[in-house]
């Protein structure tokens, strides 16, 4: 039903910043809970940061990411964003948006989602 594109993946230093866009086709993008998860190679896709879709959004951050990144919305634009600061080299992976429901709650789990981005390369030098 969604498609969604990430861009904004690039190679930084560590201590640098990125931001990161997940582009959403449709327009019932407001009613999704959004998440990003992260894939480096040999390793299971983890899970980074959710935004519920209410109007008054709560987020959740994976205890590596919290304080550092921060996750966003911009419901008019269809548009999700995780911005990443103070990068180190282990957030070096594959950064992927995805969207699932039910959209007022906060989703941890691959499972709860139904639909993925193709994924964006963050690579953070030393």
């Known amino acids: 039903q969604v498609q969604l594109v990430e861009s904004g993946g690039g190679l930084v230093q560590a201590g640098g910043s990125l931001r990161l866009s997940c582009a959403a086709s449709?327009?019932?993008?407001?009613?999704?809970?959004m998440g990003w998860f992260r894939q480096a190679p040999g390793n299971q896709r983890e899970f980074v940061a959710t935004?519920?879709?209410?109007?008054?959004?709560?987020?959740y951050y994976a205890d590596s990411v919290e304080g550092r990144f921060t996750i966003s919305r911009d419901n008019a634009k269809n548009t999700v964003y995780l911005q990443m600061n103070s990068l180190k080299p282990d957030d070096t992976a594959v950064y992927y948006c995805?969207?699932?429901?039910?959209?007022?709650?906060?989703?941890?789990?691959?499972?709860?989602?139904?639909?993925w981005g193709q994924g964006t390369q963050v690579t953070v030098s030393s």
């Open positions: 449709g327009r019932t993008f407001s009613t999704y809970t």
């Open positions: 935004i519920t879709a209410s109007t008054s959004t709560s987020t």
């Open positions: 995805a969207a699932g429901n039910p959209g007022n709650l906060l989703l941890l789990r691959r499972g709860s989602y139904d639909y």
